[in-house]
């Protein structure tokens, strides 16, 4: 209502364009950024969590933090559904896999 009140014609764009063209295309430019900003750090640390939602599916969260320029900084990298019992060996799965993703094996 606000919008169109400022500019009548405009269109919001629909739920679709939002989920396969705008969102995807933002995720992308900003994992593109924080590669190249993670290219510049020495050292990293990963954590990870696991959890599960009220409708009890079961997700697992990696997170990287590191220093960039004097300051503390942390980016969540991946959040992924696990349809496989979370064992030791499903989890190193999905934390190497992100790491692989965003260059980092060697941090």
Same mark, same amino acid.
């Given at each position: 209502e606000m919008c169109t009140a400022l500019n009548p014609r405009y269109?919001?764009?629909? =739920?679709?364009?939002?989920?396969?063209?705008?969102?995807?295309?933002?995720?992308?430019?900003?994992?593109s950024n924080l590669i190249q900003k993670l290219a510049q750090v020495n050292k990293v640390a990963i954590t990870c969590d696991g959890w599960t939602s009220v409708a009890q599916d079961h997700f697992l969260?990696?997170?990287?933090?590191?220093?960039? =320029?004097g300051r503390m900084m942390q980016n969540v990298l991946s959040t992924e559904a696990v349809y496989e019992s979370q064992t030791g060996l499903v989890v190193a799965k999905e934390i190497s896999s992100v790491v692989e993703q965003f260059n980092l094996g060697q941090k």
């Open positions: 269109q919001p764009p629909s =739920r679709d364009d939002l989920s396969n063209t705008f969102i995807p295309a933002w995720y992308s430019v900003e994992k969260t990696v997170t990287v933090h590191y220093i960039y =320029r």
